[in-house]
T-cell receptor, first 118, second 113 residues
Framework: AQTVTQSQPEMSVQEAETVTLSCTYDTSESDYYLFWYKQPPSRQMILVIRQEAYKQQNATENRFSVNFQKAAKSFSLKISDSQLGDAAMYFCAYRSGEYTGTASKLTFGTGTRLQVTL | SQTIHQWPATLVQPVGSPLSLECTVEGTSNPNLYWYRQAAGRGLQLLFYSVGIGQISSEVPQNLSASRPQDRQFILSSKKLLLSDSGFYLC????????????FGPGTRLTVT
């Protein structure tokens, strides 16, 4: 079974600075997808960024980028020019590349709470 | 554009009472639907998923059940709630043509007293 580990329960960053959230995962599959979701105080999960395992290029979405190290099974999220609105819980998630039955589920880490200070 | 709704937003129920949470998706057809539960301080755990009307798969055994009476409607139920059923319940959908991204609803906060 796949596992996702986020070892940083809380992180803090000053506004306009850069912060990196860590995520490691364990899998025996070669085809899979990795995601970062943001959960603000409203509790709704918002997809931030997606990375396909077969792609060597790291995904980027505006101020959000990832550092995907497939051999190390590491998938970190970098937030540049942090804003107050970035304050939230951030969850790393894994999904199998197969699309059959239980493979369609997302396996989540326990989350990292990001605080943004002035 | 697609939107996903959940209700109620919050619910307080006594132990042993029944439960019905509803999720509906607009703007798409034949979505894959999911129910997740988030316990305090934890990530999300998949409870049920559905690839079509009447097709429900359970991920973990529990006293909850799910049904999909219509294409874009997904219901989470229980006949008798337990204290351990308290949590935050999230419904999600994915496009059957692009099933690798899931989009979440606003969630329901359930407190069992």
């Amino acid at each position: 079974a796949q596992t996702v580990t986020q070892s940083q329960p809380e992180m803090s960053v000053q506004e306009a600075e850069t912060v990196t959230l860590s995520c490691t995962y364990d899998t025996s599959e070669s085809d899979y997808y990795l995601f970062w979701y943001k959960q603000p105080p409203s509790r709704q999960m918002i997809l931030v960024i997606r990375q396909e395992a077969y792609k060597q290029q790291n995904a980027t979405e505006n101020r959000f980028s990832v550092n995907f190290q497939k051999a190390a099974k590491s998938f970190s999220l970098k937030i540049s020019d942090s804003q107050l609105g970035d304050a939230a819980m951030y969850f790393c998630a894994y999904r199998s590349g197969e699309y059959t039955g239980t493979a369609s589920k997302l396996t989540f880490g326990t989350g990292t709470r990001l605080q943004v200070t002035l | 554009s697609q939107t996903i709704h959940q209700w109620p937003a919050t619910l307080v129920q006594p132990v042993g009472s029944p439960l019905s949470l509803e999720c509906t998706v607009e703007g798409t057809s034949n979505p894959n639907l999911y129910w997740y539960r988030q316990a305090a301080g934890r990530g999300l755990q998949l409870l049920f998923y559905s690839v079509g009307i009447g097709q429900i798969s359970s991920e973990v055994p529990q006293n909850l059940s799910a049904s999909r009476p219509q294409d874009r409607q997904f219901i989470l139920s229980s006949k008798k709630l337990l204290l351990s059923d308290s949590g935050f319940y999230l419904c999600a959908w994915s496009d059957f043509r692009n099933p690798y991204e899931q989009y979440f609803g606003p969630g329901t906060r359930l407190t069992v007293t």
